[in-house]
């Protein structure tokens, strides 16, 4: 069963609006959450983290928001640059456990000029 | 800055050949992993290690082994190459104890693996 979910596979916006990566998921054990981003031909890149005692980090032109009551994360990216296209991995993990990462599958995200 | 190398970035092996996939990190981490990535299905944890000579398995172990002789080096092994083991392959490492709060897994720039 898929613990971490990223139901939209691709998104595409416009070069300065805003992008929104979206993640769900089922293990209410997870109490830590990552961003990575993923250029063809690279390794993954750690983006931005949040823990579940908070719902919202910013950095700089990235801000994740948690709701823990729905199991929901967000990615935001404003203003959403060509060079942002890449694509996006959510991760969960749960302190004190394996201190493994869980992934989704993945959004792809492409920003026009 | 932590690097991660994996020695080869593609390789082509024939259906049946034993493969050895080798990572290496420079920063005395604790912790390695090995991930393959498959389009529609993201990342999918292999196996892992905590320490040396220590091994755990991940989601999908099956046709695959591990070394970790050196805390530096992590080694993947595909005792006998199918064309389903076709894939980007991803090594990983991270500190122990602290977990992804303060040390979130750096990659390596994968090796794309294509089985005949």
């Known amino acids: 069963d898929q613990q971490v979910k990223q139901n939209s596979p691709s998104l595409s916006v416009q070069e300065g609006r805003i992008s929104i990566l979206n993640c769900d998921y089922t293990?209410?054990?997870?109490?830590?959450f990552l961003w990575y981003k993923k250029y063809p031909a690279e390794g993954p890149t750690f983006l931005i983290s949040?823990?579940?005692?908070?719902d919202k980090n910013e950095d700089g032109r990235f801000t994740v928001f948690l709701n823990k009551s729905a199991k929901h994360l967000s990615l935001h990216i404003v203003p959403s640059q060509p060079g942002d296209s890449a694509v996006y991995f959510c991760?969960?993990?749960?302190?004190?456990?394996?201190?493994?990462?869980?992934f989704g599958k993945g959004t792809k995200l492409t920003v026009n000029p | 800055d932590v690097k991660v190398t994996q020695s080869s970035r593609y390789l082509v092996k024939r259906t049946g050949e034993k493969v050895f996939l080798e990572c290496v990190q420079d920063?005395?981490?604790?912790?390695m992993f090995w991930y393959r990535q498959d389009p529609g299905l993201g990342l999918r944890l292999i196996y892992f290690?905590?320490?040396?000579?220590?091994?755990e398995k991940g989601d999908i172990p099956e046709g695959y082994s591990v070394s970790r002789e050196k805390k530096e080096r992590f080694s993947l092994i595909l005792e006998s190459a199918s064309t389903n083991q076709t894939s980007m392959y991803l090594c990983?490492?991270?500190?122990?104890?602290?977990?992804?709060?303060?040390?979130?897994?750096?990659f390596g720039n994968g090796t794309r693996l294509t089985v005949t």
């Open positions: 990983a490492s991270s500190s122990a104890g602290q977990g992804p709060p303060n040390s979130p897994l750096h």
């Open positions: 293990n209410s054990m997870f109490d830590y």
């Open positions: 949040i823990s579940s005692i908070k």
């Open positions: 991760a969960a993990s749960a302190t004190g456990g394996s201190e493994k990462l869980v």
């Open positions: 920063m005395d981490h604790e912790n």
């Open positions: 290690s905590y320490d040396v000579k220590m091994k």
